[in-house]
């Protein structure tokens, strides 16, 4: 089985600051990571995915992460957020061979302040 | 542009009544989801399918059924709402690729409010 564990429920920051969520997961299988982000009164939309190859992987507006496989990590990161930022991010999982099926974190809200 | 579409953003039930959500998809998806989203639970499966009349299980399908007999549309019926089923409902697809890699496109969800 699988599981996913963003360890932290609400991150405040004021905006041009610096952010790190933090994603977790455990897994007895090797697994796909994705971020999708939520932005308010919307559903979801993907972020960016790590699938194979270089273990960074970049988002279209300046969001990154890295995937860790000795300590079974994927935290986001970004050097500089905005207002337009704010918004709820999720971590989730997806065994290979797996047919689609993705097991999500709990869940964290990113406040970015003015 | 992929969209899913939710019938209601918001809803408002009775315990004891039998409530339809739909869902539909405009890009000949094959795979579809049905998603709970409370607070400091993330996104739980309900059910999901992977072609017209196929249905499985999630992770938390007790009091729910649903129902796929068009591939665009996937509906998620509660046989007899009850006050523990108030939530936000989200639909997503994708689109069958190497297993696992799939993006999802998520609706707009539906939140449910059941009295």
């Known amino acids: 089985a699988q599981s996913v564990t963003q360890l932290d429920s609400q991150v405040p920051v004021f905006e041009e600051a610096p952010v790190e969520l933090r994603c977790n997961y455990s897994s007895s299988v090797s697994v796909y990571l994705f971020w999708y982000v939520q932005y308010p009164n919307q559903g979801l939309q993907l972020l960016l995915k790590?699938?194979?190859?270089?273990?960074l992987v970049e988002s279209i507006n300046g969001f990154e992460a890295e995937f860790n496989k000795s300590q079974t990590s994927f935290h986001l990161r970004k050097p500089s957020v905005h207002i337009s930022d704010t918004a709820e991010y999720f971590c989730?999982?997806?065994?290979?061979?797996?047919?689609?099926?993705?097991?999500f974190g709990q869940g964290t809200t990113l406040q970015v302040k003015p | 542009d992929v969209k899913v579409t939710q019938s209601s953003r918001y809803l408002v039930k009775r315990t004891g009544e039998k409530v339809f959500l739909e869902c539909v998809q405009d890009?000949?998806?094959?795979?579809m989801f049905w998603y709970r989203q409370d607070p400091g639970l993330g996104l739980r499966l309900i059910y999901f399918?992977?072609?017209?009349?196929?249905?499985e299980k999630g992770d938390i399908p007790e009091g729910y059924s649903v129902s796929r007999e068009k591939k665009e549309r996937f509906s998620l019926i509660l046989e007899s709402a009850s006050t523990n089923q108030t939530s936000m409902y989200l639909c997503a697809s994708s689109l069958p690729g190497l297993a696992g890699q799939e993006t999802q496109y998520f609706g707009p969800g539906t939140r449910l409010l059941v009295l």
């Open positions: 989730a999982v997806s065994p290979l061979g797996n047919t689609g099926k993705l097991i």
């Open positions: 399918s992977y072609d017209v009349k196929m249905k």
């Open positions: 790590y699938l194979s190859g270089s273990t």
């Open positions: 890009m000949d998806h094959e795979n």
